[in-house]
């Protein structure tokens, strides 16, 4: 009962904020963080939901939807209506699943290093591979000097091969099970929203974020924030703006690598 409480407080908050957009003739980038994250995850939310809807129209169908509700809670519930314990459980779960791609991704990034026609950015780049191979968190510095590489040939977003794409998704927590064209199209999308939260949540500021607020905008990026202190996670997440307000529209494969190059060796991440 709780759950659907929430639900529903959030429903008519987005319904709130869309009236709002329609009648200022606001765009979603043009809104302030916490309108931009809340309609971000209720359209999530709405999308498991109208799932569950779907399958329960059969006759006596829904009685099937309630045991699958039980036994597959993290699959096809949202978070209102996971326990504390789930909670923390679940996000385990589904972190340790895109940590499986981060080798693979590692690996593409070494294999395009002789790709790479300028001699200074083949030698950061290496040096950046180096690093995270022996463990060691890069600097921000590290990771912007090789914006070039990810604009263009060979990382920029439209010359990603499938494999690649399909890793990265999994790294997102987006489904890799699609045609290559709709790998790049919503990779492209997804990180453009992150790109738009993050330009909202420096005009905000890390520190006027709460403590739950900061650890979903971590774990959104590709930090398992469940484990980590509060300060290491308003860190991790001024380190993630700072390279993110400094990157263009036509840098977001940069971005989207970040969530692993960022995140990878943070404090407490090597478990």
């Not at 326990?83 to 791609?101: E, G, M, W």
């Not at 909202?200 to 900061?214: C, I, S």
């Not at 980590?228 to 940069?254: F, M, Y």
Request: hydrophobic content about 45%; glycine content about 4%.
């Amino acid at each position: 009962m709780k759950g659907l409480q929430m639900f529903w407080a959030d429903a008519k908050k987005a319904r709130r904020i869309k009236a709002n957009m329609w009648k200022h003739n606001i765009k979603f980038h043009q809104l302030p963080y916490r309108e931009m994250e809340h309609l971000r995850q209720f359209r999530r939310d709405v999308t498991k939901c109208l799932f569950l809807g779907i399958i329960s129209i059969p006759p006596f169908a829904n009685y099937l939807v309630f045991l699958l509700m039980y036994l597959f809670p993290r699959q096809l519930l949202i978070q209102h209506f996971w326990t504390p314990k789930q909670q923390i459980d679940f996000l385990d779960i589904y972190h340790a699943l895109r940590k499986q791609s981060h080798p693979e991704i590692l690996c593409y990034l070494e294999k395009v290093i002789p790709l790479v026609s300028d001699a200074e950015l083949r030698w950061h780049m290496t040096e950046l591979c180096t690093k995270i191979q022996h463990g060691t968190h890069p600097t921000v510095h590290d990771i912007l000097a090789l914006r070039q590489c990810f604009s263009n040939h060979p990382l920029g977003m439209n010359q990603l091969h499938a494999l690649q794409m399909k890793a990265l998704s999994r790294a997102m927590l987006l489904t890799p099970h699609l045609p290559p064209f709709l790998l790049r199209r919503r990779l492209n999308t997804h990180m453009a929203v992150i790109h738009q939260l993050d330009k909202a949540l420096a005009k905000l500021g890390v520190g006027q974020l709460t403590l739950q607020e900061v650890k979903s905008a971590c774990y959104l990026r590709g930090l398992n924030s469940t484990h980590i202190a509060e300060e290491k996670c308003r860190t991790w997440l001024g380190e993630w703006l700072q390279i993110s307000c400094s990157l263009k529209e036509a840098e977001l494969s940069l971005l989207l690598h970040n969530v692993v190059l960022l995140s990878v060796n943070y404090i407490g991440t090597r478990r």
